[in-house]
């Protein structure tokens, strides 16, 4: 898992959180599979012009962002989700669906999920980010306009919240190199070359480690 700090401007978070002030948000229930109503209480921006206007922005800071390209390798991503936890509001442990819009052209299968958080962590209790992974669990309330990103196969939840209202949007990112030990080891490789860039190290050892990230990138991915 992965933290990425001012993934939104302040002035966009600002727009987006005006815009959902005045946002069409129906119960989140409806996005469960039939059975589940206790699994989650929150509110969920309708497919309307607005998500369309919001999402599309969060989409565009999200793909030309270089530690989302370095982490994930992106394909595809699925279209933003805008949800809203207001006290007494959660959503329990839980795994992503493996595919979203299945039978959809837009379909994409979910190696990550992503988090960017809207509102400040001083205007809300409780509501954090739950995430149980190998390396153990992590709890995350970042500010607006960070994100998360880690592995869709992570067991997670949001925490009920207790007082103000928790805001974000939530999408999943297909990505050309679908296991995680793979893309840890380019993370790491192509972390090496930016150490290796800051520190004036000779071309050499630069395009070495470069050509090596690509190599193995030819070898692992797939549409």
């Known amino acids: 898992m992965i933290t990425i700090d001012n993934i939104l401007s302040a002035d966009q978070v600002a727009t987006i959180m005006a815009t959902l002030d005045t946002g069409d948000f129906e119960d989140g229930r409806r996005t469960t599979q039939k059975g589940s109503d206790e699994l989650k209480r929150n509110l969920e921006l309708k497919p309307d012009a607005t998500r369309a206007r919001l999402g599309k922005m969060i989409l565009q800071a999200v793909q030309g962002n270089a530690e989302v390209n ?40 979910t190696d990550l999920s992503c988090t960017v958080f809207l509102s400040e962590p ?30 869709t196969t992570n067991l997670h939840r949001v925490e009920e919240v207790s007082h103000g209202a928790r805001v974000v949007a939530v999408f ?22 930016q150490d290796l860039s800051q520190n004036g190290a000779g071309s050499h050892e630069q395009n070495l480690a470069s050509s090596t990230v690509h ?9």
């Open 122 to 151: 001083d205007s809300y209790d409780g509501g954090e980010l739950t995430i149980e992974s190998p390396s153990g669990t992590k709890q995350l309330r970042l500010p607006a306009g960070s994100a998360a990103l880690y592995p």
């Open 172 to 193: 999943w990112i297909q990505s050309y190199v679908r296991d995680e030990t793979q893309r840890q080891i380019l993370l790491k490789l192509n972390r090496l070359c």
């Open 215 to 223: 190599d193995l990138l030819r070898m692992w991915a797939a549409a």
């Open 70 to 109: 370095a982490y994930a390798f992106p394909s595809k991503f699925s279209f933003p989700m805008f949800s809203r936890y207001e006290p007494g509001m959660y959503y329990d442990f839980h795994t992503d669906a493996a595919i979203m819009n299945l039978g959809h052209p837009s379909a994409v299968r």
